[in-house]
């Protein structure tokens, strides 16, 4: 079992900057695979960026690559994700989640194992 929590969000201008966070317990983050997506209310769950476990691997939705960056703390149990040059429709509420897999490219699409509680993330134009 593994249990996510997000902290991070909040209210922001465009052009700012935002990294969010998320706290994993457990003693076996390491072996876990982490995502964030994100959603807005009436939409569909969206894929933002994985990183594997080793974090020497990054996959990112073309809405994200270029001005965000995840990465991970293995010894802190935690997975960033810094979010730059922030714009009206990045706002959503954000997710954390953890999957014991890898598949490259297709990591927005397979079925993650736990997800965080999610952190709202606002940004006025």
């Known amino acids: 079992q593994v249990l996510l929590v997000e902290s991070g969000g909040g209210l922001v201008q465009a052009g700012d900057s935002l990294r969010l966070s998320c706290l994993a317990s457990g003693r076996t983050f390491s072996s876990y695979a982490m995502g964030w997506f994100r959603q807005v209310p009436g939409k569909e769950r969206e894929f933002v960026a994985a990183?594997?476990?080793?974090?020497?691997?990054?996959s990112y939705a073309d809405s994200a690559r270029g001005r965000f960056t995840i990465s991970r703390d293995n010894s802190n149990n935690t997975v960033y994700l810094q979010m730059n040059s922030l714009k009206p429709e990045d706002a959503a509420v954000y997710y954390c989640?953890?999957?014991?897999?890898?598949?490259?490219?297709?990591?927005?699409?397979?079925?993650?194992?736990?997800w965080g509680q999610g952190t709202q993330v606002t940004v006025s134009s």
């Open positions: 990183i594997k476990w080793s974090g020497d691997i990054t």
């Open positions: 989640a953890a999957v014991q897999r890898w598949i490259g490219s297709r990591m927005g699409i397979i079925p993650y194992d736990y």
